[in-house]
């Protein structure tokens, strides 16, 4: 059953880093072009607040990074701590959870 | 060129330490050629593996100034750095004694990686005809020359710290079948080799493409691996 997932787990994570690979760019440049007010709370939520296009953006960068990141953390927890079995994918599938949400949260608050 | 070479050799196992000989320089000295200078004419109970002497046979490699070669094919030349050199087993592997490695775990890993090949024909039927110029022919015919000396198992740092790992030549040798149109095990195969102690495991660091004394490439066949794993999962095939 392994091979299966194991497979499955690659290519989600070789699809995510190819839109990571588009976002986190427009993301940096994005953060140094716009702000020319100060980096507030403020200041970004009167700029970007209801602006569905930046919204569709982070819902996919959100959703790439909660992909991403977990299936990373997983392999490095079996690579450098031996860390393998249920718990160990029970524990990245929870971290998947609190990253779609902590984004999620974020961008729907900001941009709807 | 100078007279004489300083050999640190291991000698030991496990535990053990580097011993110092002074070795007589000659032209186009081969670092086999040391070796067996040693045992023949300085100490008689240094123990280490050869066979053929030219290349072919895959027994004589190991790691010499820090890297993993063939002592046969290796020139004193090309690696003595100011006229000093050690030599040392093979990483990776146990080592029985001195320079002689047990490769049991080598070659059970291909194994492993269902590195036999499995067809269907029987001596009373015809040849299979395998068109030269096919793109699967020509992926076999890339990796088909590995002669299994351990070189890139040694260099492989996944292998190092992942003893569970297939390792680059076992991997090399299950992508050789898979492009085997003949064989009959492909899926078997694919599922032998998935997973993190097969092809999913390498970082691609490329040591054993660096070190691979017959310039393959098992890098590319353990990618070749993981695409054709891809491949029969989307098609629901795994």
């Known amino acids: 059953m392994s091979y299966r997932s194991d497979t499955t787990l690659w290519l989600a994570q070789r699809a995510s880093a190819l839109v990571l690979a588009l976002c986190v760019p427009v993301h940096l440049a994005t953060i140094i072009y716009a702000v020319r007010r100060g980096l507030s709370a403020d200041e970004i939520y009167e700029r970007v607040h209801g602006n569905h296009e930046w919204l569709a953006f982070y819902l996919v960068f959100v959703l790439a990074v909660a992909v991403h990141a977990p299936i990373g953390l997983r392999a490095i927890a079996t690579e450098w701590l031996g860390w393998r079995g249920t718990s160990r994918d029970v524990v990245a599938v929870l971290f998947a959870v609190l990253l779609a949400w902590m984004g999620l949260r974020a961008a729907l608050t900001l941009f709807l | ?238």
């Open chain 2, 1 to 238: 060129m100078s007279a004489t070479l300083k050999v640190k050799v291991w000698r030991g196992a496990a535990q053990g330490e580097f011993q110092t000989f002074e070795v007589p320089r000659h032209a186009s000295q081969t670092v086999l050629d040391v070796v067996m200078h040693i045992q023949r004419a300085l100490d008689p109970t240094l123990a280490y593996r050869y066979a053929c002497r030219v290349g072919m046979c895959g027994s004589c490699a190991m790691t010499v100034n820090g890297a993993p070669r063939w002592t046969c094919r290796t020139h004193v030349d090309k690696v003595a750095l100011k006229n000093e050199m050690s030599i040392a087993p093979l990483r990776n592997l146990p080592v029985i004694r001195d320079l002689a490695t047990d490769m049991s775990e080598f070659f059970d890993k291909w194994a492993k990686a269902k590195g036999r090949f499995s067809g269907e024909r029987s001596r009373r039927d015809d040849f299979a005809r395998v068109a030269p110029g096919s793109e699967r022919r020509k992926a076999a015919d890339a990796g088909i020359e590995c002669i299994g000396c351990g070189v890139c198992y040694a260099a492989c740092d996944v292998v190092a710290w992942h003893r569970d790992y297939l390792g680059p030549a076992a991997l090399n040798r299950a992508w050789t079948l898979v492009n085997d149109e003949r064989d009959r095990e492909t899926l078997e195969r694919l599922r032998a080799v998935a997973g993190d102690a097969g092809c999913h495991a390498c970082h691609t660091h490329m040591s054993c493409t660096q070190r691979c004394p017959k310039q393959l490439s098992p890098t590319a066949s353990i990618a070749g691996l993981k695409r054709a794993l891809v491949k029969a999962a989307m098609e629901g095939e795994l």
